[in-house]
């Protein structure tokens, strides 16, 4: 992740009768740890209380000199609270992080510069203006708290990325599906992401153009990079390339963030391949986060988990509900982050499609979040649960030519109840992530006015 392209304003505060000299070491032990992130960081000096005001109109005029991606108050000692309010409402418009600092011992004895009564005073002010705030504090004695710090770092990251996002779908709502429908317009409003729709059509006049060459160059690399456990046919490796290269040209145009194919009603059913490789040759060559089914609340989810992890956010598809667990998988194809071991494949086919590489590897397993955006109250929600992922039991899905695949699966103990995760649930695929990432979910749905739900 480019945390360096975040640019964060950081202001402290401490009141005039405050050493300043214990201020300003307080507040420059801050920034370092701030800047230590990654993130740029505008600084300017600390505020305190003066009757003229002088502080507080150095630092709006210093921070308004760059364009900031966030602002972080960082209250070193008591402050009244109209010098802090007075340089926010100038930067009310970004997310705010309200930063207390901590007392220090001294041969055995607390020495306090009331940072708490500082933020104390101040957080339902926030709270009250509308703010879009994080809040954290420092406890006496203690190093800081920089997993707070950067939660709220990947998140005003996160935030920044997805208001510069472009996500393109080639087609629109495959199979009829009301769960991956959006609203361009709310979605902009909400997190900026813009969607541009693109025709399969101009997929398959460029598949005309692509060379032998180049055919015979990624033919050559996916039987170097994945174990085939059976040989496929020249034309079904042909024609996935030649769909991979001909997309390959179109995103690299477009500058898409994330992209979402249409697979049912469109590649199946309209030039007879199923997208497993393609998908496949995107999510790993291209670096760009793929979903089918034109899945476009996915697909943001997908930046989401991205951006605030820097993982690949694969996509999950909820299978069955069992008495304490999920059983989730994916019939086509898993990024190589994921996979435990080597990246298997398998030319097959389901039902009445054509034969398509379908990936059959393993997934690595531990503690991991699933995840979705869902529209919510005339807004938007991330709902999210956690649970601990496990190795599959035996099981196939009916339909596939036998003998069936094992598809890419992982069963996940479920946190809480499967009937509590069930009344919430918003659709048939969830993102994957590892580890516990709900403290920055929590978060980047309180900066960007999303309601959290678990």
């Known amino acids: 992740m480019k945390l360096n392209e975040t640019i964060i304003g950081f202001v402290g505060f401490g009141e005039v009768n405050t050493p300043r ?4 070491s307080k507040c420059q032990a801050a920034k370092a740890a701030l800047a230590a992130l990654a993130c740029t960081v505008i600084d300017t000096a600390p505020v305190s209380d003066d009757l003229a005001g002088v502080d507080v109109a150095r630092a709006i005029e210093e921070l308004s000199r760059t364009p900031l991606d966030a602002l972080v108050i ?3 000692g008591w402050i009244p609270s109209h010098a802090v309010i007075n340089v926010t409402s100038e930067f009310s418009h970004l997310p705010i992080l309200l930063w207390g600092l901590s007392g220090y011992y001294e041969n055995g004895r607390l020495i306090t510069t009331a ?4 933020t104390s005073a101040i957080r339902k002010t926030m709270q009250d203006l509308g ?3 994080a809040y954290a504090f420092e406890f006496p004695g203690k190093p800081l708290n920089l997993q707070r710090l950067e939660i709220f770092v990947h998140s005003v990251h996160a935030t920044r990325m997805l208001r510069r996002a472009k996500i393109g779908s080639m087609g629109y709502r495959d199979m009829q599906l009301y769960a ?6 709310s979605l902009k409003k909400a997190l900026g992401v813009e969607v541009e729709t693109f025709e399969m059509l101009e997929m398959t006049h460029r598949m005309e153009q692509v060379g032998t060459d180049e055919i015979q160059h990624w033919v050559a690399w996916v039987k170097r990079a994945w174990k085939f456990e059976s040989p496929a046919a020249p034309g079904t490796l042909e024609k996935s390339i030649r769909c991979f290269v001909a997309l390959k040209s179109i995103f690299a145009e477009r500058k898409y963030s994330a992209v979402s194919l249409i697979d049912v009603d469109g590649m199946k059913k309209l030039i007879q391949l199923p997208p497993s490789m393609v998908l496949m040759l995107i999510t790993d060559e291209l670096k760009l986060p793929t979903i089918p089914e034109n899945d476009i609340l996915g697909s943001v989810t997908q930046l989401i988990v991205r951006h605030l992890t820097g993982q690949a956010a694969a996509y999950f598809e909820i299978y069955e509900f069992m008495e304490e667990r999920v059983l989730v998988g994916v019939p086509d194809y898993v990024p190589s982050e994921i996979v435990d071991g080597d990246v298997q494949v398998r030319p097959t086919r389901f039902g009445t499609f054509n034969e398509g590489i379908l990936n059959v590897s393993r997934v690595k397993t531990g503690r991991v979040t699933l995840v979705r955006l869902l529209p919510h109250r005339g807004s938007y929600a991330l709902h999210a649960v956690t649970g601990t992922a496990v190795a599959p039991g035996p099981w196939e899905e009916a339909g596939w030519a036998p003998p069936a695949p094992q598809l890419p699966s992982l069963e996940v103990i479920l ?3 499967v009937e509590a995760f069930a009344e919430n649930v918003a659709g048939q695929h ?3 992530a590892y580890g516990d990432i709900t403290p920055a979910l929590r978060l980047f749905s309180k900066l960007n006015a999303l309601t959290f739900i678990d």
């Not at 000299?21 to 300003?24: F, G, T």
């Not at 991956?180 to 317009?185: A, I, S």
């Open 180 to 185: 991956t429908l959006h609203d361009g317009v």
């Open 21 to 24: 000299s214990v201020i300003e």
């Open 115 to 118: 940072d708490q009564a500082g």
């Open 430 to 432: 969830y993102i994957l």
């Open 74 to 76: 960082c209250v070193a």
């Open 131 to 133: 703010y879009r705030f």
């Open 415 to 417: 946190d809480r109840s």
